[in-house]
């Protein structure tokens, strides 16, 4: 399939899931993620796989670890609450390195908060929502095309790590409707099995996740969420056998940053008077402030961050080292800033946060910001 | 000689890590027979899944099978992804009851709603036994545990009837000390479609027996002593029900599993 199509970003994302060959789906009701859900039910039955609405969250990621592990591409869709309610699960899938996706569509919390307007909130939790030490994929995206390829490539890191990968969509980007231009050749990866006894849950380069076990071939697999051996078994005393698992399964995704990374540079990415850097909706909002700003004669450059985790420092300071000024436009109190702190002097870093009623930032108003922000 | 049933056991993981006296060793056996009776050389079309707790243990190490050792209350949910996209395996879940009807209570009840094709067996031996016996769903009513210090306030779940009620397909409870018709409820479970569901009343020697001071084969005649045949429990009183055990078969029917409705709606 190739082409134009006018798509929402809920629809580009079930649809690039769909390229990418998934075939089971499970999930539950929540705004502003339903309406991926409800596009699931129909196409998927039609497209070779099995949809089945859960009785909650709990059920329904956990029924898409069971069906990964049973050898489908699957994946879930919620929003806020439902994500805190898949957090031990998404632990578990790291644990048992169990390949899956979930979308969450943000939406304005704390809690119920603003149920059904756009947010940005959840950026911490998606890195660090779970307990232990624990390493996980975050992905993003600005506009609906964006959200196609992306939702391609949160499978083939999510089957090639054998690692849980989360989807950021906030509920602009997500129910705006657009063209997308869907390309002819697009690489899908396909995860590695075996059929025979090998090291299920081992690796000697820990940057290469080992192959899955292929269920009812006699391998007498033992995946289990306690500390584990190559086979499975549990050992839950040995401090080398913890220390090994957990480093390995940080190193698996911190090892493979570069090849996770996706971000897009809109202006001169090698300096300026002003650096922003933003993910979703509101980079897309950044974009149109240089506009804004060049008729003024001020140069602004963008960095549309589409991976949000693991972080590519390197690449962060590379971008904003030669900027004047660092801007961090946000729909939240100040997440992504914490990162720019850590490459960049604070004094000449400026968070700009908005919350409430699902407002976007308007591009004037970052615009009016950046331009008192210059003055200080 | 080797044991005929060692075959469906992982021989590094014998002896069992179980105490001394649990009930654990009885209903395993009597799987173990149902499945040698019914003529499974191995386990190989199997996929064990469990929670956490003792009962959990069953499978994950100790079962030459597949499994899948997930999280406390959510087996049932990821047996029914395994089952879903892999519906040649049979898919049997183990655990306890505070993992089964407590903290995974709502999975039970829609698993069994759907009539979902797996096969549930669920060790209730009343207490939440690898936390240290803490109160369950089940405890009977005015029971002592480590958190019910003056006794139990609670009127215990019928998990059976609830299931029951709910739709699945086959439904009994037994105590360990009914070991024939243990066997042959697993025998019979593991032929049927949709959702079966055999819960097996089983000492806790280190949690209950010792605090009540039995001994796990004096605990075993207790029950035995307790239960009564659901053919006559109409006749109990409210406050027979919070102590007694009911015991035989809550419903056997054969109606269409999950798989076989979704494919009727999906038509193919
Ligand atoms: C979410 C969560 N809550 C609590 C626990 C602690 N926990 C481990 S086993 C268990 C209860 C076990 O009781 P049961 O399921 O009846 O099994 P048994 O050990 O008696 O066989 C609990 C509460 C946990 N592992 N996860």
Known sequence: ??????????????????????????????????????????????????????????????????????????????????????????????????????????????????????????????????????????????????????????????????????????????????????????????????????????????????????????????????????????????????????????????????????????????????????????????????????????????????????????????????????????????????????????????????????????????ARFIKEVMKR | MKHPYLRYLRPENVPTVFCPGCGIGIVMKALFQAFDELGYETLERFVFVSGIGCSAWIPSPHILADSVHTLHGRAIPVATGIKLVKPNLNVLVIGGDGDIAGIGGNHLLHAARRNMDLMVIMINNQVYGMTGGQLAPTTPYGMKTTTTPYGNPEEPMDTCDIVASAGANYVARWTVGHYLQLKEAFKKALEKQGFRFVEAVSQCPSRVSSRIGLSPADHIKYYLKNSVDIKKADKLTLEERMVRIIVGEYADRDKPGYIERMRMVVGK
Do not use: C
């Open chain 1, 1 to 366: 399939m190739s082409g134009k199509f006018f798509w929402s970003g809920n629809i580009a994302i079930a649809e690039g899931a769909l390229r990418a060959g998934v075939k089971f789906y499970a999930g539950y009701p929540i705004t502003p993620s339903s309406d991926l859900m409800e596009y699931m039910a129909r196409e998927l039955p039609k497209r070779g796989g099995v949809f089945i609405q859960g009785e909650d969250e709990l059920s329904s990621i956990n029924m898409v670890i069971g069906a990964s592990i049973a050898g489908a591409k699957a994946m879930t869709a919620t929003s806020g609450p439902g994500y805190s309610l898949m957090q031990e699960a998404l632990g578990l899938a790291v644990m048992l390195e169990v390949p899956l996706v979930v979308v969450d569509v943000t939406r304005l919390g704390p809690s119920t908060g603003q149920a059904t307007k756009s947010g940005q909130g959840d950026l911490m939790q998606a890195r660090w929502g779970r307990h232990g030490d624990q390493y996980t994929v975050v992905y993003t995206a600005s506009t609906p095309e964006e959200a196609y390829k992306i939702a391609i490539k949160t499978f083939n890191i999510s089957e090639k790590l054998r690692v849980p990968v989360t989807f950021l969509i906030d509920e602009l980007t997500a129910h705006l409707w657009e063209t997308v231009r869907v390309p002819e050749d697009i690489e899908v990866i396909e995860r590695r099995l075996t059929g025979t006894r090998t090291e299920f849950f081992d690796s000697d380069d820990p940057r290469i996740a080992p192959p899955m076990p292929i269920l009812g071939k006699g391998l007498n697999v033992l995946y289990t969420s306690s500390t584990h051996d190559a086979y499975g078994y549990r050992k839950t005393q040995d401090p080398e056998t913890h220390r090994r698992l957990v480093k390995r399964l940080k190193e698996k995704v911190v090892g493979n940053t570069r090849e996770i990374f996706e971000y897009e540079v809109e202006g001169d990415p090698d300096g300026g008077e002003v650096g922003i850097v933003a993910f979703g909706s509101v980079a897309r909002v950044a974009k149109e402030t240089m506009g804004i700003l060049e008729k003024e004669g001020i140069k602004a450059s963008v960095l549309n961050l589409l991976t949000l985790w693991p972080m590519n420092y390197d690449l962060l300071k590379k971008f904003t080292e030669n900027m004047d000024i660092i801007i961090v436009p946000e729909m939240n109190l100040g997440q992504l800033v914490y990162d720019i702190y850590q490459v960049r002097d604070r004094d000449t870093v400026y968070p700009y946060n908005k919350i409430g009623g699902g407002e976007p930032i308007y591009p004037r108003e970052l």
